[in-house]
């Protein structure tokens, strides 16, 4: 949720200055092309040890995809759409929340439902490194324990806690998007 807000609310940021738009969408672009499993030690290093850093990683990862969709769904007005608002004297902020805020939703819930299943496996990888609690420290144990039946069991409920946050962002579109 915390990488898909800070998404939300860069992408609005960047929507309405193109300025800013220029200068920090290529930093968050680098920041975007190192691997996770790179990034999650740093992390970790910074955070220390406990549900911090497994937050912050679930949240880098959700981030970025949320970024891209907000910024392309709330770019697809058409101009023909921007200058009707403009013909009947639309502030920037009716413009906002009448025009693009609903074109933009079928794209945030695209990004939701990548982020639904993507945060998982960050907060997984983040308790890979350092934790001797949670599924992420489950399999790395049973796995250097030779362990299969544990290693599956993990494998299949993480694959289920995926699955059901998928089914919850689902449900929440169908009820947010009527068409």
Known sequence: VIGNLAGVLLAVVFVHS??????????VLFFNTIPILALSPIIILIFGLGMTPKIVIAAVICFF????????GLDSASDNEHELFRVLSATRWEI???LRLPRALPMLFSSLRIASATAVIGAIVGEWIGSDKGLG???IQATFNYQSDRLYAAIVLSSSLSIAMFSIVVLLERRAIRY
């Open 65 to 72: 995809p949320t970024l891209v969709n907000m910024i392309r």
């Open 96 to 98: 906002f929340w009448s």
């Open 137 to 139: 420290a489950l399999i």
């Open 18 to 27: 193109r300025i800013l738009q220029a200068a920090y969408f290529p930093v």
